[in-house]
């Protein structure tokens, strides 16, 4: 271990938790400057819980179904990231929409990952609309939360070709693979403070 206190995130999910698992598997070196104090599903018995079981994180189900409405459920999926210690909210396949009060709660402090190539294909459907549209070439992105769903501040983003004979699922699991190499990435960056917003642009400080 270096010493130095880790970043406390907390990680968002809703189903399978395979970026979840990437970041678990980083965080488990000792290098990496951030420590998953919290996963938080807004579904019970998904995968993405015994994978936070299976690396002793806590799980926390805060069910939609739960709070009557938005602003509430907001509150306290907040409310518990904040009680376990989390400076920074993870979006990892989290399919619901949070309040804007979470943005009061964690200022540029919630990201994102998007399977296509925003602002290109925005939305629940992003693989499958980009191979209806015929694109050649779609990808991740990596993006700060804003006000508007799938908008905010882009911090990284990588292509993946798309084949003529691809299939949504045959892309999404090239998509994948990405996502599971940069995802760790961009949080092992927004724990050691090395990005900066300015305006919409987000700059990597240091190497
Ligand atoms: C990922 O492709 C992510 O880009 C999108 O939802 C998917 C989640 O997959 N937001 P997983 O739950 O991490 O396996």
Redesign the pocket.
């Given at each position: 271990m270096t010493g130095r206190p880790r970043y406390p995130i907390a990680v968002l999910?809703?189903?399978?938790?395979?970026?979840?698992q990437s970041i678990l598997d980083a965080a488990a070196g000792t290098d990496f400057p951030a420590e998953v104090v919290v996963v938080i599903s807004d579904r019970p018995g998904v995968r993405?819980l015994q994978r936070a079981a299976a690396a002793g994180v806590p799980g926390v189900v805060v069910a939609w179904g739960d709070s009557h409405d938005r602003d509430a459920f907001t509150l306290a999926v907040c409310d518990v990231a904040a009680a376990r210690g989390a400076e920074g909210l993870i979006?990892?396949?989290?399919m619901r929409i949070l309040a804007p009060s979470a943005l009061g709660r964690f200022p540029n402090r919630i990201i994102?990952?998007?399977?296509a190539l925003l602002p290109s294909f925005p939305g629940a459907h992003g693989v499958a609309e980009a191979i209806a549209h015929g694109v050649k070439l779609s990808g991740?992105t990596v993006h700060f939360v804003d006000a508007e769903v799938d908008h905010g501040p882009i911090i990284l983003q990588e292509s993946v070709p798309v084949r003529p004979d691809d299939s949504e699922q045959t892309l999404?699991a090239r998509?994948?693979q990405v996502?599971h190499r940069v995802y760790p990435e961009v949080v092992a960056a927004f724990a050691a403070g090395r990005l900066r917003i300015a305006g919409r642009h987000v700059h990597w400080e240091g190497t």
């Open positions: 999910v809703s189903g399978s938790g395979s970026n979840l993405a979006l990892a396949g989290f994102n990952i998007h399977p991740v999404h998509i994948q996502e």
